[in-house]
């Protein structure tokens, strides 16, 4: 499979870029935006007051990227708080939330009225296709078409990212979100079959599942600051909502890879081999469950980072109070590459 130039942002000149680069974004000009419990998908209307529902239909697409400030599971008044994207000269991201109050979000009209978790929303660099707004979505890159079937994808697919974060006051952890379908729709929604994979890089132990959901372990390659941690990791594997024989619940089934509290890094550059995630959860869920190969029946869509946040108090349905900052100043996906020679520029 040809692999063509992208953007010189990811990679070296000699060889060639072979990746997508998302972040820094070249050529930035300050902007920001900002979503509220009645802007969720959207951010807010710059003419809108924060009272009103003057949303934006999805966040700004920048180059091949986009920001999605996705705050799903969020309820409550909009003078309760808000979520900031903002993009500074250098191209990078930076996300701030400040909350009074983070209720989940229960109106019959919500996403997932009864989701029961501490997740209330997740700020994001997207890639790919915006999950059920498909017509939102960033332009895709010749080096990585998505949707595309995960046989398909180039070896390897290394994730590289930088980013800090300050987390005083809130529950959270820092994570790709990989969405896959079982057919190369274009226009991807959550559905039965439906497949999202979490990998954490950071995250507070209040975040974590518990032990009940545990399924399996995997050893994922990864660096940080350019240092491989050659298979010392075990990464704990959960799952939720996953059935026998390729079937999900109705509205799909998530799979977390979650590495020890040890290795998790608050900042830094970080390079994930995603491709040794895709095929460690094919083989626990052909193993566990009796699904077919995964490699062979799921398009991969949509590749997002960013931060998922609830109340301080991890309460599941509480409505505590969520303040932190995160930057993410480089994002890339490269194809074609080692873990040791990916890197977004």
């Known amino acids: 499979m040809a692999i063509a130039l992208l953007v010189a942002a990811c990679g070296s000149a000699d060889p060639p870029p072979s990746g997508v680069a998302l972040l820094p974004v070249q050529g930035a000009s300050s902007r920001s935006w900002q979503w509220t419990p009645q802007c969720p998908f959207g951010p807010s209307h710059p003419s809108a007051s924060k009272a009103s529902k003057g949303c934006e239909q999805a966040g700004p697409v920048l180059g091949s990227a986009q920001l999605n400030g996705d705050e799903w599971n969020l309820?409550?008044?909009?003078?309760?708080?808000?979520?900031?994207?903002?993009?500074?000269?250098?191209?990078?991201?930076?996300?701030?939330?400040?909350?009074?109050?983070?209720?989940?979000?229960?109106?019959?009209?919500?996403?997932?009225?009864?989701?029961?978790?501490?997740?209330?929303?997740?700020?994001?660099?997207?890639?790919g296709i915006n999950q059920c707004h498909a017509d939102t979505s960033p332009p895709k890159s010749p080096q990585l078409p998505l949707p595309m079937?995960?046989?398909?994808?180039?070896?390897?697919?290394?994730?590289?990212?930088?980013?800090?974060?300050?987390?005083?006051?809130?529950?959270?952890?820092?994570?790709?979100?990989?969405?896959?379908?079982?057919?190369?729709?274009?226009?991807p929604c959550n559905s039965?079959?439906?497949?999202?994979?979490?990998?954490?890089?950071?995250?507070?132990?209040?975040?974590?599942?518990?032990?009940?959901?545990?399924?399996?372990?995997?050893?994922?390659?990864?660096?940080?600051?350019?240092?491989?941690?050659?298979?010392?990791?075990?990464?704990?594997?959960?799952?939720?909502?996953?059935?026998?024989?390729?079937?999900t619940a109705p509205w799909g089934g998530t799979?977390?890879?979650?590495?020890?509290?040890?290795?998790?890094?608050?900042?830094?550059?970080?390079?994930?081999?995603?491709?040794?995630?895709?095929?460690?959860?094919?083989?626990?869920?052909?193993?566990?469950?009796?699904?077919?190969?995964?490699?062979?029946?799921?398009?991969?869509d949509t590749a997002s980072f960013g931060v998922e946040f609830g109340p301080a108090s991890g309460d599941l349905v509480g409505s505590g109070p969520s303040r932190f900052s995160a930057q993410i100043s480089a994002y890339c996906l490269d194809v074609r590459t080692t873990l040791m020679t990916a890197t977004c520029g």
């Open 149 to 187: 079937r995960l046989v398909s994808i180039p070896p390897h697919l290394i994730g590289v990212t930088a980013y800090s974060a300050s987390t005083p006051e809130v529950t959270y952890d820092v994570a790709y979100d990989l969405w896959l379908h079982q057919t190369d729709t274009r226009r």
């Open 192 to 247: 039965e079959g439906t497949l999202e994979i979490m990998v954490w890089t950071d995250y507070d132990a209040r975040a974590l599942l518990p032990g009940s959901m545990q399924v399996g372990t995997a050893t994922i390659p990864s660096a940080v600051n350019g240092v491989a941690r050659r298979g010392t990791q075990t990464w704990s594997i959960y799952a939720s909502n996953i059935d026998p024989n390729g079937r």
């Open 255 to 300: 799979l977390w890879f979650v590495p020890g509290q040890a290795d998790v890094v608050g900042h830094g550059r970080v390079s994930v081999d995603l491709s040794a995630v895709f095929a460690a959860a094919g083989q626990l869920l052909q193993r566990n469950y009796g699904w077919p190969d995964m490699a062979r029946h799921y398009w991969l």
């Open 75 to 127: 309820g409550g008044a909009a003078s309760a708080g808000s979520v900031d994207m903002s993009m500074g000269s250098t191209g990078a991201v930076a996300i701030k939330a400040d909350f009074a109050r983070t209720a989940p979000c229960t109106a019959p009209a919500c996403l997932a009225p009864s989701a029961y978790t501490w997740v209330r929303g997740y700020p994001s660099v997207l890639y």
